[in-house]
């Protein structure tokens, strides 16, 4: 019987966490998949953990490569699986045992064999799990939602054919799904399927993006510069992608401010305002106020007008 589902696992010196990932998949109350971990040259223990995963049950495959990020690592993988529908599971992440039956229903009963079709998320963090839910009809056209709104790998499931066509471009390790979606909407349908809230992201110091990590807001940025010189003609208005621009420097902003680099929070603060000045006026006023005292008093007649302009309405 060939397999249905592929399931890749990008991973790099995360093997405590890598083994619930695993198990999850393990759990599946559907059987017909097949899991490639692709190892991006992790120095710790990760390929005896995965090969004795792979000894127990032989869907489980592992694959090495010398470190060179995610994006290779999900472009490697694809580059050999053996299913009709490929889904991927970031390695600090884990599905609900649920999944694959889900999916594999809604593709029998949809009958769009070379689609990518993306669900809801769960987000666990201090203890707690939420779902991360879409609203497709807010959006006028599924450009201006693939920018707007991030789908992450791990919320895909898509014809297999369509990655072997469509592949990560290595050069983006910040906003690179975002920028895969889009050039693969440009030739094949994009469908969401609510209420599959099944697959579940971790939050914790170690993930890609946070507030002290500068660098990746600045890499999200190069993403969304580069997309707009591609796409900018696809979205509805000029607005959504310089919001996001926009969005990205004030991300960056918080950044700078959070590791006490004020000059060069001033500068991201300034770069934001060149696509759009009144965005998060707010937000900005509080970053120059935070860091230079002499501006408090200016801020604080800010807050205090726009209280009495609230009730007075």
Known sequence: MSVFFSIIIP??????LLRKAIESVL????????????DDGSTDNTKEVVEKYSHQDNRI???????EERCAARNNGVSVVEGKYLCFLDSDDYFLADRLLLLYNTILKM?????LFYTDILREGDG???THSYIE???KNVFDLLLDRTIHSQQICCATSILKEFRYDTRFTIGEDKELWLRVATKYPIIYLPGQATVVIVEHDQRTVGVNKPSAYEKNIETCKYIKGIHGSRFSSALIIN??????YMGLARS???IGKTPKMLFAIFNACTYLLCRSFKQKLFLITSNFTIFKPIFFLYIIIKERQTKMV
């Not at 759990?27 to 692709?38: D, G, S």
């Open 61 to 67: 495959k592992y694959r090495y490569q010398k470190n």
């Open 11 to 16: 991973t790099y010196n995360r093997v405590a």
């Open 256 to 258: 700078y401010s959070h």
């Open 27 to 38: 759990v599946q109350t559907f059987t017909n998949w097949e899991l490639i971990v692709v």
């Open 137 to 139: 009809h807010k959006y």
């Open 111 to 115: 009958n769009t064999p070379t689609t």
């Open 243 to 248: 919001t996001c621009i926009h969005d990205g």
């Open 128 to 130: 707690k799990i939420e």
